[in-house]
């Protein structure tokens, strides 16, 4: 999966970062066509210690804030779900991402 915003940085750059708070998370959002509903994960975004999360998902958050609520039953549950995710920072996945990025011994 593509991680957004770790253009150039090696893996210790990385590891520091994260020790001041940076974060590795993805956001969700859905569209809904009547009777259809799709929810779906963002790429992973890597959040400095000195950014928003919510900031980086609100795009995420509009669509599903305009197109997510109309498909029946699930568009407003998966709607409320997203806005949930996102307005909280998104899915923290920042021990799954360094674990697999960080060389092992």
Do not use: H
Request: aromatic share 16%; proline share 4%.
């Amino acid at each position: 999966m593509k991680i957004v915003g770790v253009e150039g940085m090696t893996a210790d750059a990385l590891s520091t970062e994260v020790q001041r708070g940076g974060k590795f998370v993805y956001f969700t959002y859905c569209v809904s066509i009547v009777i259809l509903t799709f929810k779906q994960p963002s790429s992973i975004y890597f959040v400095r210690a000195d950014e928003s999360g919510i900031v980086k998902g609100l795009g995420f958050t509009l669509i599903s804030l305009f197109f997510g609520w109309w498909g029946i039953p699930w568009g407003p549950i998966y709607t409320i779900q997203s806005l949930y995710n996102n307005l909280n920072g998104g899915y923290d996945v920042t021990y799954d991402v360094m674990r697999e990025i960080m060389p092992r011994n």
